[in-house]
């Protein structure tokens, strides 16, 4: 049988709104995952935390808020931190395009702006876990 | 050559993978713990060699299963309890299921949600589970995950389960207290007339006791505990988890309860009926993969299945020849 495939999705930072996250979850179900929704507000170190606890293959993050230069390349280091680096990361949001090459040398190994189809970040996932 | 080579390494390399992880996970390692929960999840053979070997570590953490109907607040209980026990400076490991679609094999697991300041606790372990339509499995699954989560030292696990199907109630067969959580307004006294939930509950507490129907839904639990027999009578708490209120009573009923099985023995008879469940389970799943092995009898039940539907074989007849065919 095929592995489930886990990812975590999260919203870091102060932003109070997570449709995009849900939708985001929710088709990621619909294509066999298992997700792990963390809900709002999440820290760096609290999303870090879920992930090892969870285990999971990828850790998606949802940023509305601006803060995304800040926010995600902590996470991708605090995940080198504790030894998990074969967590694969990946972005969606708000996100400027001049920001994306930044993000991408921080670690980050794609960024999804408004209006990807759902299938191409599903696709993305499925061929780029590090695991097995 | 090449190939076998390569074999052996990997061989050599997840054999020293493995033996790591039992390292590890007696030191306490949530990497270790996480990662074996992940294998046995993924039904690979290894972890239960895993396990064979660990078995002699488990049994020292007291199990709390949490179950009750969608949205009575068992995560947000959990959350309170936990938190609560921990400034009694114990560990805490928490395993959260919830619905596995059963045509994608997808599922949100959103327990964590109401669980978000426990995950910055480093004495708090939290992990969440799908059921992933696996034949029993679940039940399986999480009893691994509780010996996983025992051998990694924590001294409470808690299991949080939706409580509905005949899956959730066979894992409250792994804990030694099951809290029921109920809710006001969920229907007439019928309700809790019904088999299965009003049998399963050590403690019962109900939830969002602040709305309206609260006292009338606490008497009618109360009125249907008082027709059961047996020598611990479950204690009916109001709580409104929310709130903070009411989890003191909560911890104490759990209390109790644990005091009274340990006081009168009912606390090894329950873990020996326990583990004459689980080995049961175990035996029923071998039984049905060795039966309904895909590969060999997939076409064979299809086929009586069409026999079976246009009324030319009935399904007992049908189950006859399943058998004779694997004597």
Redesign the interface.
């Known amino acids: 049988?095929e592995?489930?495939i886990?990812v975590l999705v999260a919203k870091p930072g102060l932003d109070g709104h997570d449709r995009g996250a849900k939708v985001i979850?929710?088709a990621?179900?619909?294509?066999?995952?298992?997700?792990?929704?963390?809900?709002l507000?999440?820290?760096p170190?609290?999303i870090v935390?879920?992930a090892?606890?969870?285990?999971v293959d990828c850790v998606a993050m949802s940023i509305l808020s601006g803060a995304h230069n800040t926010l995600l390349p902590k996470v991708v280091d605090l995940l080198r931190e504790?030894?998990?680096s074969d967590i694969l990361v990946v972005g969606g949001g708000v996100i400027p395009g001049e920001d994306i090459p930044f993000l991408k040398e921080k670690g980050i190994s794609e960024i999804f702006t408004p209006g990807t189809p759902t299938d191409t970040t599903i696709e993305y996932i499925r061929n780029n876990i590090k695991r097995r | 050559m090449r190939l076998f080579v390569g074999f052996a390494k990997k061989m050599r390399e997840s054999g020293g993978e493995s033996m790591e992880i039992r390292e590890r996970l007696l030191k306490g390692d949530?990497?270790a713990a996480?990662?074996l929960?992940?294998m046995i999840?993924?039904?690979e053979a290894e972890a239960v060699e895993i396990l064979k070997d660990m078995y002699g570590h488990t049994g020292k953490a007291y199990v709390i299963g949490i179950t009750g109907p969608p949205g009575a607040g068992k995560s947000t209980l959990t959350d309170k309890l936990v938190k609560h026990l921990r400034k009694q400076n114990k560990k805490i490991a928490i395993i959260a299921v919830d619905p596995?679609?059963p045509f994608?094999?997808?599922?949100?697991?959103?327990d964590?949600?109401?669980m978000?300041d426990l995950?910055?606790d480093p004495g708090v372990?939290?992990?969440?589970m799908?059921a992933?339509g696996r034949l029993g499995g679940l039940s399986e699954a999480t009893r691994a995950a509780v010996k996983v989560l025992d051998v990694y030292g924590a001294d409470y696990i808690f299991i949080e389960t939706v409580g509905v199907g005949q899956s959730e109630i066979d894992i409250v067969k792994t804990c030694d207290t099951t809290l029921m959580v109920m809710v006001p307004g969920l229907g007439d006294d019928i309700q809790t007339i019904k088999a299965g939930i009003m049998e399963i509950g050590d403690v019962f507490a109900v939830n969002k006791a602040d709305r309206d129907g609260a006292r009338r839904t606490i008497t009618e639990i109360n009125m249907m505990l008082d027709f059961n027999g047996g020598n611990w009578r479950p204690p009916v708490i109001p709580a409104v988890a929310i709130n903070n209120e009411g989890i003191d009573d909560i911890l104490e009923g759990i209390k109790n309860h644990m005091d009274h099985m340990k006081e009168t023995g009912e606390f090894n008879k329950r873990r020996i009926a326990n583990c004459k469940f689980e080995i049961i389970d175990l035996v029923r799943q071998r039984l049905m993969n060795t039966l309904l092995d895909k590969s060999k009898r997939e076409k064979r039940i299809n086929e009586l299945s069409g026999m079976v539907a246009s009324r030319e074989m009935d399904p007992y007849t049908a189950q006859e020849t399943i058998f004779n065919d694997i004597k």
Do not use: C, H, P, W
């Open positions: 049988m592995r489930t886990r979850a929710r990621l179900r619909d294509a066999g995952m298992e997700v792990i929704y963390t809900g507000r999440q820290t170190q609290q935390n879920a090892i606890q969870e285990d504790e030894d998990a | 949530k990497r996480a990662r929960i992940t999840e993924n039904n596995t679609s994608t094999g997808g599922a949100i697991l959103g964590r949600v109401r978000g995950n910055t372990f939290i992990r969440s799908g992933r």
